[in-house]
T-cell receptor
């Protein structure tokens, strides 16, 4: 299975600030994704992180709010901008090995916005 | 858009009882995957089903994919306390704008009473 690390593991932030979450995957991963999961809820896909180009966002998510970078195959960042308490959630990155379709998830970042 | 419905939302069983969760998609799937998320943890891949009518087993877990590739089930025989967690199905479409993206069901939270 792919190895995926994510940091920070948790953070408590003030309203109006921004937080950047980092995701590092091993070299077997081709596609990378960012998800949000509210406590006790399912996973909602935010965007697909594309290497060297703009991320592909799902309906309801925009680049200004969730800018994503993926400068190389193995690293991606998600920024939660101008945070409000509604952004409190768990943010997960995942990686998919080429041609296999299954996704491996990082440990998640638990974000609390006060 | 594609929807994946999963029932039940919660299931409480006594240790030793069986457990089943069901998944239904509004559209035909390329494949369906199952993930388990322990309390406080991240989703972990369990299995992938690709073929119409496919049945796979992992020890006490039996996974089925419907003939029409629109529904799936996970059955656990003789549950143990280690089975506690949330079980998610996730459907994969190929082609179009949904290529490579998983749509997760709402999850079934399993509680096992010793």
């Amino acid at each position: 299975s792919a190895v995926i690390s994510q940091k920070p593991s948790r953070d408590i932030c003030q309203r109006g600030t921004s937080l950047t979450i980092q995701c590092q995957v091993d070299s077997q991963v081709t596609m990378m994704f960012w998800y949000r999961q509210q406590p006790g809820q399912s996973l909602t896909l935010i965007a697909t992180a594309n290497q060297g180009s703009e991320a592909t966002y799902e309906s309801g998510f925009v680049i200004d709010k969730f800018p994503i970078s993926r400068p190389n195959l193995t690293f991606s960042t998600l920024t939660v901008s101008n945070m409000s308490p509604e952004d409190s959630s768990i943010y997960l990155c995942s990686g998919e090995r080429g041609g296999i379709d299954t996704q491996y998830f990082g440990p998640g970042t638990r974000l609390t916005v006060l | 858009g594609q929807q994946v419905m999963q029932i039940p939302q919660y299931q409480h069983v006594q240790e030793g009882e069986d457990f089943t969760t069901y998944c239904n998609s509004s559209t035909t799937l390329s494949n369906i995957q199952w993930y388990k998320q322990r309390p406080g943890g991240h989703p972990v891949f369990l299995i992938q089903l690709v073929k119409s009518g496919e049945v796979k087993k992992q020890k006490r877990l039996t996974f089925q994919f419907g003939e029409a590739k629109k529904n799936s089930s996970l059955h656990i025989t003789a549950t143990q306390t280690t089975d506690v967690g949330t079980y998610f199905c996730a459907g994969l479409l190929t082609g179009g704008t949904s290529y490579g993206k998983l749509t997760f069901g709402q999850g079934t939270i399993l509680t096992v009473h010793p």
